[in-house]
């Protein structure tokens, strides 16, 4: 009789996932070509391309006890709750023309759906690695530019100061670097949001690929922040030194496309070096996740 109830659940939950599945083809069928194309438009976010692969992999590493998880727990229609408002959000972003609401919806409408077939315990393992979506959803323009003009600001304070400190002569207003030879502009490409975003994302990963302790976690990625800024600074600075000394070619073209993979490069060098220090103040490491 217990089998019986266990494979009607089953049955029952086999076709909820059909209907769900087809719900979302409905629902985002126009939404999510448009986020894809955006990836190959936005240079800010290139890297979307591959944050659903992350994901799958995220996902993976835990499919034992994903599997458990599927087998033992029922669902639970508080993740019915979070689709409709998944569903509201989209409607609302339809209405008002926004498209960060319709494209984090989808991000929502996942969680839910997990949650509505196989309840908490699937949910505790897979919010996470779907929560990562986000990083695929191109931020509203508006949030964009305020946190990029206060970014531009300081890296051209930064670039100002290390430059007076090697003793080149510049004069700064706001975010244009004016030097003896020529002026440079700390433009929006240059405030190192692009480069932030992804080492956020990449911290995440690298956080939950080396470390099941939480506070290790958090520190690995809040740690991103701090150093994508620094080293976009000091790159801004690196430009002006190689303007200054070299021409104008330098602060343009390959020189300065370089230069940008080499920061970030450095930049996951530091937060690897993060990580190393942390596996020092003792606690256990990981494999891929904490069985």
């Known amino acids: 009789m217990e089998r019986m109830k266990r494979h009607d659940a089953d049955r029952g939950t ?3 996932l059909l209907a769900l599945t087809a719900g979302l083809v ?5 939404v999510v070509p448009d986020l894809v194309r955006d ?24 499919k ?10 029922r669902g639970s229609w508080v993740g019915l709750v979070v689709c409709v408002g998944a569903v509201a959000m989209l409607v609302v972003g339809r209405a008002g023309a926004e498209l960060f609401l319709q494209r984090s919806s989808l991000v929502f409408f996942l969680i839910g759906s997990v949650l509505w077939l196989w309840g908490w315990g699937l949910f505790r393992l897979t919010w996470g690695p779907l929560l990562f979506l986000m990083f ?13 003009f206060p970014l531009k600001l300081f890296a051209a304070r930064v670039a100002t100061g290390s430059l007076q400190l090697l003793g080149i002569p510049v004069y700064r207003e706001g975010n244009i670097i004016q030097l003896a030879s020529q002026t440079l502009e700390v433009a929006d490409a240059c405030s190192g949001l692009r480069s932030l975003v992804s080492l956020i ?10 470390e099941r302790v939480r506070w290790k976690q958090a520190v690995l990625v809040a740690s991103t922040v701090p150093i994508a800024i620094a080293a976009n600074a000091f790159r801004v600075a690196g430009t002006g030194v190689l303007a200054h000394y070299v021409g104008p070619d330098a602060a343009q073209g390959f020189f300065h496309t370089f230069s940008g993979w080499l920061v970030f490069v450095v930049a996951f060098a530091l937060l690897l070096a993060v990580g190393g220090l942390l596996k020092l103040a003792g606690g256990p490491g990981r494999g891929p996740r904490e069985r």
């Open 136 to 148: 695929m959803v191109p931020l509203p323009y508006l949030v964009y530019d305020a946190v990029a």
């Open 201 to 210: 994302a990449l911290g995440v990963v690298y956080a939950w690929l080396t």
């Open 39 to 62: 990836w190959g438009v936005d240079e800010n976010y290139s890297h979307g391309y591959l944050i659903p692969f992350i994901t799958a992999y995220m996902l993976w590493t835990r």
């Open 14 to 16: 086999w076709w909820s």
């Open 64 to 73: 034992d006890e994903l599997r458990r998880a599927a087998r033992r727990d």
């Open 26 to 30: 409905a629902l985002y069928a126009g």
